[in-house]
């Protein structure tokens, strides 16, 4: 609950045009995916239309260096790094 409120909070602040980056040091799924599929899943919890218009969710190894993103497992909304996969993490991100 305290987690989609701050990312619900995050969005409210974000510049037109911003990235929002939701990311968690948990390996939970409860904190991780599924934060973001409450999110997605209620969209007009967003007051502001062009934000919820503009919503998307991007690819989380687009921009990440070659020795993180060897390393790390996507998910079904973003990826995550394991200290037993990775000399990193836990680390989500979405």
């Known amino acids: 609950k305290l987690q989609l409120a701050i990312l619900r909070g995050a969005l409210v602040a ?3 045009g911003g990235t929002l980056v939701y990311s968690t040091c948990s390996i939970a799924d409860a904190e991780n995916d599924a ?3 409450a999110f997605l899943a209620n969209p007009k919890a ?4 062009d934000k919820r218009k503009q919503l998307r969710i991007a690819d989380p190894l687009a921009n990440v260096p070659p020795a993180l993103a060897a390393g790390a497992e996507r998910t079904e909304y973003g990826a995550i790094l394991l200290p037993d996969r ?9």
């Not at 967003?46 to 239309?49: E, M």
């Not at 990775?86 to 979405?94: D, Q, R, V």
């Open 86 to 94: 990775s000399n990193y993490g836990p680390l989500y991100w979405a």
């Open 46 to 49: 967003v007051d502001d239309v």
């Open 14 to 16: 974000l510049k037109p």
């Open 35 to 37: 934060v973001v599929a």
